[in-house]
């Protein structure tokens, strides 16, 4: 990867506040459970891999809306302290987005109310054109409007910046986006999604789709022909494992990948360099209990153990 200047990563996408609940297991239908902790921690999809980014040392802008409360001055201020440009973090009259996060022994589940992250159209974001325009690469995921992410992949095209598509939650973004895609990052749900729509969504011809796989690391899958479909003959794929850790918190595991993937292609990496980067900073995020909290720093993944060597499928 190149050294020679920092990474210039642009994000449209949702900021939240996040109230994380340990509980001893899920409840069933009409059961009430009590929490064994709960915490408050700065979220969203599109601000953890703003966050994500900056640690690794990329130049962040982060574009999206937080109500005018005390939540969202606290996740503008969270932003700022990390160094990231948030002129275009601005206020709507909705109250700032939340996500309630169920923890587990088994997994985590997440319940996510938009609040002022639906309030970003276009306008919002042809406001930062500028800022997006002169990124190495944007970054989206599906926590804003299928408009405002369509007019940033849009304007990222036009000044040929890597359009990077997180589809989580997978949801009308998706169509919307993956035509204009470069890179898109899926875990094994999503990935189920998107080949389940592929009849009406068309990825671009050299687009590579990243299957995020937990504990399995990931598989990089990229097509040789134009007229080939991804996950079919004609693509290959390869597996990138990830170091094998003790899991406290799986929240922000996927942004932490995705953030660190951006950068690494943003500086100059091959997809394969990236993907095995990004399931480094994966693994050491789910060691910290947050999303945010558990976003590493270069420093950190360079002192970790690295991830095992890829392995190739043949088409």
């Known amino acids: 990867m190149s050294e020679s200047k920092p990474a210039r990563i642009a994000v449209v996408g949702s900021l939240n506040a996040d109230v994380t609940l340990w509980v001893p297991k899920r409840p069933s239908p009409d059961e009430t459970l009590h929490a064994e902790r709960i915490a408050w921690f700065r979220g969203g999809k599109g601000a953890n891999q703003a966050v994500a980014a900056a640690r690794l040392g990329a130049e962040v802008v982060m574009v999206g809306r937080v109500g005018d409360d005390e939540q969202g001055q606290w996740l503008r201020s969270g932003l700022a302290a990390e160094g990231i440009d948030c002129r275009h973090v601005r206020s709507a009259p909705e109250p700032t987005g939340l996500a309630v996060i169920t923890v587990d022994p088994d997994d985590v589940s997440i319940v ?6 639906a309030s970003l159209d276009t306008a919002g974001v042809q406001a930062a054109s500028a800022q997006i325009a002169a990124a190495d690469v944007l970054l989206l995921q599906g926590e804003v409007s299928a408009d405002a992410a369509r007019t940033a992949a849009e304007i990222a095209r036009k000044h040929d910046a890597l359009v990077v598509l997180n589809p989580a939650p997978y949801n009308d973004v998706a169509p919307a986006v993956l035509p204009l895609a470069d890179v898109v990052i899926v875990n094994r749900a999503e990935s189920e999604q998107l080949h389940a729509g592929r009849a009406t969504v068309r990825l671009r011809p050299r687009a590579v789709l990243v299957e995020t796989r937990g504990a399995a690391g990931c598989v990089v899958r990229t097509r040789d022909a134009q007229e080939a479909s991804i996950g079919t003959q004609g693509s290959r794929s390869t597996t990138v494992p990830a170091p094998q850790v003790t899991v406290v918190d799986a929240t922000g ?25 990004a399931v480094r900073a994966g693994a050491w995020a789910v060691t910290v209990a947050g999303a945010q909290p558990s976003l590493p720093t270069m ?3 360079h002192a970790a153990s690295p991830a095992g060597a890829p392995t190739r499928a043949a088409p």
């Not at 660190?260 to 500086?267: D, E, G, K, L, Q």
């Open 112 to 117: 996510v109310a938009a609040g002022a992250n």
């Open 253 to 277: 595991a996927g942004d932490a990948f995705a953030g660190a993937f951006a950068v690494a292609m943003a500086s100059g990496a091959s997809t394969l360099e990236a993907a095995q980067l």
């Open 299 to 301: 420093a950190q993944l």
